[in-house]
């Protein structure tokens, strides 16, 4: 059988995760591996941990799975937190969000000592941009966000799912946001978050502290050190 890359990362990451941590869990297709590799060491290593779940999906695949769950109502810091990307550039600069929960990966992200991002090398890119941006919109006058984010120069599209809105776990809409090329990511970033009617964005700068990469011929790379750019 081919080697499955997103499997290859995914179950590397759990690599760093050890007794008594809390731990962040993603959301996506690649954090889906390690989700389900975390269950195995509990089941077989007897590992103790409790886990924080980025989406009320990969809170439900945890609970299937028998992995301990706990929540910012417990607990204030997470120890490691292993998510996918969309995007990432050699800064360690993401576009994450195509799942739709960019706003709780943020917040996890924003209170874990380690974030290791889990990817195949498609997600590898020069300069972020070519996956539309996702941005988390509150309901009330969205078309107004709209046209605020039209005005900083992208195609805005409001995501919907066989014809219904897309609603996130928080009960928000996701307008997806086509800016081409993204020269300056964390301006880009709190240019969008600072305008009315935003929650969020899927841009993750600063956050990242180490990307293991699955590669399509079986092999793995880390990357622990982000690249100043130009
Ligand atoms: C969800 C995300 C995911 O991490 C991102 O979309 C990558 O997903 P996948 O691992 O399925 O390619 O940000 O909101």
């Not at 989700?35 to 089941?43: D, G, K, Q, S």
């Not at 799975?65 to 998510?83: M, N």
């Not at 066989?162 to 928000?172: I, L, R």
Request: glycine fraction near 10%; charge should be negative; charged fraction near 25%.
């Amino acid at each position: 059988m081919a080697p499955n890359p997103k499997k290859i990362a995914g179950e590397r990451a759990t690599d760093y995760v050890a007794h008594d941590m809390i731990v962040g869990l993603g959301t996506g297709s690649t954090a889906y591996f390690a989700i389900v590799r975390l269950a195995e060491r509990i089941r077989e290593e007897s590992l103790r941990i409790r886990c924080v779940p980025t989406s009320e999906r990969s809170a439900t695949l945890a609970r299937e799975l028998g992995i301990p769950l706990t929540s910012f109502a417990e607990v204030l810091h997470v120890d490691v937190t292993i998510d996918g990307a969309d995007e990432v550039d050699p800064a360690f600069n993401l576009i994450k969000g195509g799942g739709g929960a960019l706003l709780r990966e943020k917040f996890v992200a924003s209170a874990s000592d380690t974030e290791l991002i889990i990817v195949d090398e498609s997600k590898l890119k020069q300069r972020l941009g070519a996956f539309p941006l996702p941005v988390e919109v509150v309901p009330f006058g969205w078309q107004m966000t709209r046209e605020r984010l039209r005005d900083l120069g992208c195609d805005a599209r409001f995501r919907s799912s066989d014809s219904a809105p897309f609603v996130t776990d928080n009960g928000n809409y996701i307008l997806d946001c086509s800016f081409g090329v993204i020269e300056d990511p964390p301006a880009l970033e709190r240019e969008i978050v600072g305008t009315c009617g935003v929650v969020d964005c899927g841009i993750f700068s600063g956050l990242a502290t180490r990307i293991i990469i699955g590669r399509s011929d079986g092999s793995l790379e880390e990357r622990a050190e982000p690249e100043k750019l130009a």
